[in-house]
Nanobody, 130 residues
Framework: QVQLVESGGGSVQAGGSLRLSCAAS????????MGWFRQVPGKEREGVATVDNNGRTSYADSVKGRFTISRDVPKSTLYLQMNSLKPEDTAMYYCAAGFGGTAYSSCNYGTASPATLGYWGQGSKVTVSS
Protein backbone atom coordinates (compact mmCIF):
# COMPACT_ATOMS: atom_id res chain seq x y z
CA GLN A 1 0.00 0.00 0.00
CA VAL A 2 1.06 3.55 -0.72
CA GLN A 3 -0.46 6.72 0.66
CA LEU A 4 -0.15 9.95 -1.34
CA VAL A 5 -0.69 13.41 0.14
CA GLU A 6 -0.63 16.47 -2.09
CA SER A 7 0.10 20.05 -1.08
CA GLY A 8 0.99 23.37 -2.67
CA GLY A 9 -2.15 24.26 -4.56
CA GLY A 10 -3.73 27.69 -4.36
CA SER A 11 -4.72 30.76 -6.32
CA VAL A 12 -2.42 32.74 -8.57
CA GLN A 13 -2.70 35.27 -11.35
CA ALA A 14 -1.97 34.34 -14.94
CA GLY A 15 1.75 34.24 -15.58
CA GLY A 16 2.51 33.21 -12.02
CA SER A 17 3.99 30.01 -10.64
CA LEU A 18 3.06 27.29 -8.18
CA ARG A 19 4.74 24.10 -7.06
CA LEU A 20 2.74 21.04 -6.13
CA SER A 21 4.19 18.39 -3.86
CA CYS A 22 3.10 14.80 -3.34
CA ALA A 23 4.49 12.94 -0.34
CA ALA A 24 4.41 9.16 -0.63
CA SER A 25 4.46 6.79 2.31
CA UNK A 26 4.20 3.05 2.63
CA UNK A 27 5.88 0.84 0.01
CA UNK A 28 7.06 3.89 -1.92
CA UNK A 29 10.33 2.19 -2.89
CA UNK A 30 8.33 -0.18 -5.13
CA UNK A 31 6.84 2.62 -7.24
CA UNK A 32 7.67 2.31 -10.95
CA UNK A 33 5.66 5.27 -12.25
CA MET A 34 4.29 8.48 -10.77
CA GLY A 35 2.30 11.20 -12.42
CA TRP A 36 0.16 14.29 -12.15
CA PHE A 37 -3.34 14.48 -13.53
CA ARG A 38 -5.95 17.21 -13.51
CA GLN A 39 -9.69 17.45 -13.78
CA VAL A 40 -12.17 20.23 -14.34
CA PRO A 41 -15.81 19.69 -13.28
CA GLY A 42 -17.76 18.20 -16.15
CA LYS A 43 -14.65 17.04 -18.01
CA GLU A 44 -12.60 13.86 -18.00
CA ARG A 45 -9.45 13.62 -15.97
CA GLU A 46 -6.39 14.26 -18.14
CA GLY A 47 -2.76 13.34 -17.78
CA VAL A 48 -0.40 16.25 -17.22
CA ALA A 49 3.03 14.68 -16.68
CA THR A 50 4.62 11.39 -15.65
CA VAL A 51 8.01 10.16 -14.50
CA ASP A 52 9.15 6.54 -14.31
CA ASN A 53 11.71 4.98 -11.98
CA ASN A 54 14.44 5.53 -14.59
CA GLY A 55 13.72 9.25 -14.59
CA ARG A 56 12.06 9.38 -17.98
CA THR A 57 9.41 12.07 -18.17
CA SER A 58 6.48 12.84 -20.43
CA TYR A 59 4.31 15.95 -20.68
CA ALA A 60 1.00 16.86 -22.21
CA ASP A 61 1.44 19.25 -25.11
CA SER A 62 -0.60 21.87 -23.27
CA VAL A 63 1.97 22.13 -20.46
CA LYS A 64 5.22 21.28 -22.24
CA GLY A 65 7.81 23.98 -21.65
CA ARG A 66 5.88 25.44 -18.70
CA PHE A 67 5.59 22.54 -16.21
CA THR A 68 8.36 20.36 -14.83
CA ILE A 69 7.83 17.05 -13.05
CA SER A 70 10.50 15.76 -10.71
CA ARG A 71 10.86 13.07 -8.12
CA ASP A 72 13.02 13.13 -4.99
CA VAL A 73 13.39 9.41 -4.31
CA PRO A 74 15.12 9.68 -0.87
CA LYS A 75 12.35 12.00 0.29
CA SER A 76 9.63 9.91 -1.43
CA THR A 77 8.20 13.10 -2.86
CA LEU A 78 6.92 14.01 -6.31
CA TYR A 79 6.84 17.61 -7.49
CA LEU A 80 5.19 19.59 -10.25
CA GLN A 81 6.69 23.00 -10.87
CA MET A 82 4.16 25.07 -12.79
CA ASN A 83 5.33 28.28 -14.45
CA SER A 84 3.63 30.74 -16.80
CA LEU A 85 0.27 29.57 -15.54
CA LYS A 86 -2.81 30.20 -17.63
CA PRO A 87 -6.49 30.38 -16.65
CA GLU A 88 -7.03 27.11 -18.54
CA ASP A 89 -4.68 25.41 -16.06
CA THR A 90 -7.35 25.87 -13.39
CA ALA A 91 -8.30 22.39 -12.15
CA MET A 92 -8.05 19.89 -9.35
CA TYR A 93 -4.64 18.29 -9.60
CA TYR A 94 -4.09 14.69 -8.52
CA CYS A 95 -0.91 12.77 -7.81
CA ALA A 96 -0.85 9.09 -8.72
CA ALA A 97 1.55 6.16 -8.42
CA GLY A 98 1.80 2.57 -9.57
CA PHE A 99 3.89 -0.56 -9.09
CA GLY A 100 5.29 -3.11 -11.46
CA GLY A 101 5.73 -3.63 -15.16
CA THR A 102 2.31 -2.47 -16.30
CA ALA A 103 2.67 0.88 -14.58
CA TYR A 104 6.20 1.24 -15.93
CA SER A 105 5.40 0.35 -19.55
CA SER A 106 2.37 2.65 -19.55
CA CYS A 107 4.18 5.52 -17.85
CA ASN A 108 3.20 8.29 -20.22
CA TYR A 109 0.80 11.19 -19.75
CA GLY A 110 -1.44 9.80 -22.49
CA THR A 111 -1.56 6.15 -21.39
CA ALA A 112 -1.27 6.21 -17.61
CA SER A 113 -4.68 5.89 -15.97
CA PRO A 114 -6.47 4.55 -12.89
CA ALA A 115 -6.14 1.16 -14.59
CA THR A 116 -2.34 1.32 -14.46
CA LEU A 117 -1.76 3.56 -11.43
CA GLY A 118 -3.46 2.11 -8.39
CA TYR A 119 -2.77 4.84 -5.87
CA TRP A 120 -4.16 8.37 -5.94
CA GLY A 121 -4.00 11.40 -3.71
CA GLN A 122 -6.95 13.44 -2.56
CA GLY A 123 -6.31 16.30 -4.97
CA SER A 124 -5.04 19.85 -4.70
CA LYS A 125 -6.96 22.80 -6.16
CA VAL A 126 -5.20 25.21 -8.49
CA THR A 127 -6.96 28.39 -9.58
CA VAL A 128 -5.44 30.76 -12.12
CA SER A 129 -7.13 34.11 -12.62
CA SER A 130 -6.78 36.33 -15.67
Amino acid sequence: QVQLVESGGGSVQAGGSLRLSCAASGYSNRISCMGWFRQVPGKEREGVATVDNNGRTSYADSVKGRFTISRDVPKSTLYLQMNSLKPEDTAMYYCAAGFGGTAYSSCNYGTASPATLGYWGQGSKVTVSS
